[in-house]
Every structure is written in C-alpha cells, then in structure tokens.
C-alpha cells in the first residue's frame, strides 16, 4: 500500500462552519505533512510532524489547527475560515530517515463562502 | 535552506528529450536534490532524488555537478502526458524534521 488517503475531495463550508480534512496511510511513515496550495501556485508548508508530535508550524493562522491522533492519521479542523483560505490542501508522508521522499494525497479542494 | 530558482515555463515538442535545470547556489553539505511533478488538481509525484555525480530510474536522469550549486532533470523523448509542473527541492539528508519548500516550479508544455 504505497497510499496517501484523504477525505472529503471537496468541502464547501462557511466563514462560521467547523470541518475537519482527513488524511490516512499505512507506509509505516513517521512523517506527515500539510500543504496548501493556491491555483498556479506551489505548494505552502502549514505543518509537520514527526513521530506524532507537531515539529514545524509555519506561522499558520489559529483558525487551521491540526491533529495527529496516531501515526497512521492526521487531521486538518478548520473554523472560522476566511474566503482567501479556499485553496486545495496536500497531505503528504514520508518516512524521516530512510529515502525522504514525500508520498502526496490527491488533495482536498476547500471552498470557503 | 537552500533555494531554488528555476525558468517558470518551458515548451518542448513530442520526442524531443527535455532538460529542466534548477539552481541552488546555497545548498549544504548535508543537502540532497529532489524532484517532483505535478498535474492539475492532483497531488506531486516524486520522480527523481539524487546528492550528487548522475543518477537515472525508469523516467528521468538527474545531472548533479561536482559543485552542486545547480541540478538538470532529464525527460527522455517527452509525451504529451508529460505537460505538467516540474518542481526542484533541496532539503536536509539527515533532518529528521523535514521543511521541504517548494520552489515555484517549471511549467512544462509538450506540443503535438
């Protein structure tokens, strides 16, 4: 299983709603990450972490708070999101000291009305 | 960490082979050079890592020169499935923390 899972595809949510994005992988990876990822843009680093503790935040704004419940899933709530939060948000894995490199999901295309 | 500059676009006809060249003039010791492609809506895909000298798998080469200020990505007779964005990342062999940035990346467009 060579899999980055995330869950919904696409989320349309108000400035008031609270949601959550779900990502899944069963690589054994030790790393896990969130990007985000504007149109025609690259991707943004928000989160990493390593071992299931948060290592890395990139200054990401309160209102993104993320989760990493076990070392399989990481979670991604989202409340009061603003409509310049729409974008596509990347989880990726990778395994931190074997051949580092990043295994994407497909994404989760967030529209914020 | 290191960063990348590479052209933001480039076009190519079908069977030609393409050479994508990133720079990195600060790159570290410890450093190691990753590419990734990118289609539309969809997550990156690794294609090709390397340090240095060259290294080659089933669909890319990647030049790395003795002084690794800079690396080539190699496409072999290109397709037009490889229309995509090519992006070129430096991050740390040993980190165990890994903030791997993107760069903005190469839009490649393969002509019929």
């Known amino acids: 299983d060579t899999e980055v899972t995330q869950t919904p595809k696409h989320l349309v949510m108000g400035m008031t709603n609270k949601k959550s994005l779900k990502c899944e992988q069963h690589m054994g990876h030790r790393a896990m990450y969130w990007y985000k990822q504007k149109a025609k843009k690259p991707p943004e680093l928000m989160f990493v972490?390593?071992?299931?503790?948060?290592?890395i935040n990139e200054s990401v704004p309160s209102r993104f708070s993320p989760e990493c419940p076990n070392s399989s899933l990481l979670n991604l709530h989202l409340h009061a999101l603003q409509p310049e939060d729409s974008a596509l948000y990347l989880c990726?894995?990778?395994?931190?000291?074997?051949?580092?490199?990043?295994?994407f999901g497909e994404g989760s295309r967030l529209t914020v009305l | 960490l290191a960063k990348t500059t590479q052209p933001i676009s480039m076009d190519s006809y079908e069977g030609q082979e393409v050479n994508i060249t990133c720079s990195h003039n600060?790159?570290?010791?410890?450093?190691?050079i990753t590419w990734y492609q990118q289609f539309p809506s969809q997550g990156p895909r690794f294609i090709i890592q390397g340090y240095k000298t060259k290294v080659t798998n089933e669909v890319a080469s990647l030049f790395i020169p003795a002084d690794r200020k800079s690396s080539t990505l190699s496409l072999p007779r290109v397709s037009l499935s490889d229309t995509a964005v090519y992006y070129c990342?430096?991050?740390?062999?040993?980190?165990?923390?890994?903030?791997?940035?993107f760069g903005t990346g190469t839009r490649l467009t393969i002509i019929p």
């Open positions: 990342l430096v991050g740390d062999m040993w980190g165990g923390n890994e903030k791997l940035t």
């Open positions: 972490y390593s071992y299931e503790k948060l290592s």
């Open positions: 600060n790159i570290a010791t410890n450093d190691y």
């Open positions: 990726a894995s990778s395994h931190p000291t074997v051949d580092r490199e990043l295994f």
